[in-house]
């Protein structure tokens, strides 16, 4: 596996400038730290929280 790879799609359900929360669209396991692509701008983000197919990062 590539340090971009794979892509993985989800929802934005929050957004502000310090994280965001996002909704996978799959059961799938996320790693800690990860891009985040939303609206054309790339975050840096790491995961805080993991609720069923919801997670918390921060930026």
Do not use: Q
């Not at 730290?33 to 197919?53: A, I, N, P, Q, S």
């Amino acid at each position: 596996m590539g340090p971009k790879l794979p892509v993985v799609s989800c929802n934005v359900v929050d957004y502000s400038a310090g994280g965001a929360c996002v909704e996978l669209n799959s059961d799938i396991s996320l790693p800690s730290r990860f891009e985040l692509l939303h609206g054309g701008t790339k975050k840096k983000c790491r995961m805080v929280w993991k609720r069923d197919r919801r997670v918390g990062v921060a930026f």
